[in-house]
């Protein structure tokens, strides 16, 4: 069995909206899998979304491989058009690879949003998967830039 690798990840990206509709692309689960769905040819098996303080968010897929992978989240603390704090966990093929907590900061800046993600990371799994979850994450915030922009026009 290996160590647990800890991190701690910020990551900042531009939203060309105000913060009150930014906040709706991770409090609207429609909105959210705009931006968050990744892996068309993964089967989702179970998908919940109770965006509350006290409320869980659910996903279990299947990969084209049968493997099955999982995300489960805590919603701890949100301040509408502000703040999300929330704790989640992933696992693969029934082992869990990573545990964390997570902040959400939208700092309104003129007609845009700036999106600060802080995240308290345990990783679980090898170096390579690690690269893989880092990217990936990198890679999820770059969706949410396009899909906003997409979305038309700054919404206040």
Not at 69 to 74: E, H, N, P, V, Y
Not at 78 to 91: H, T
Not at 114 to 128: A, I
Not at 130 to 143: I, Y
Request: proline fraction near 1%.
């Amino acid at each position: 069995m290996s160590l647990a690798e800890h991190r701690t990840l910020v990551i900042e990206r531009q939203l060309a909206a105000s913060a009150r509709h930014a906040f709706r692309f991770w409090s609207d689960a429609a909105l959210k899998e705009r931006w968050n769905a990744c892996h068309p040819d993964w089967r989702v098996v179970e998908d919940a979304f109770d965006f509350r303080v006290g409320g869980a968010e659910t996903k279990r897929w299947l990969t084209s491989d049968g493997s099955e992978q999982t995300f489960g989240a805590r919603y701890f603390d949100i301040v509408p058009d502000r703040r999300i704090i929330y704790g989640f966990e992933m696992s693969f093929g029934g082992q869990r690879v990573s545990v964390s907590l997570a902040t959400i900061e939208l700092i309104s800046e003129g007609a845009t949003t700036r999106m600060k993600y802080t995240e308290q990371l345990s990783f679980l799994g090898g170096s390579d998967a690690l690269s893989q979850r880092l990217s990936g994450t990198e890679w999820g915030f770059d969706r949410l830039v396009e899909v906003i922009a997409a979305d038309g026009a700054v919404r206040h």
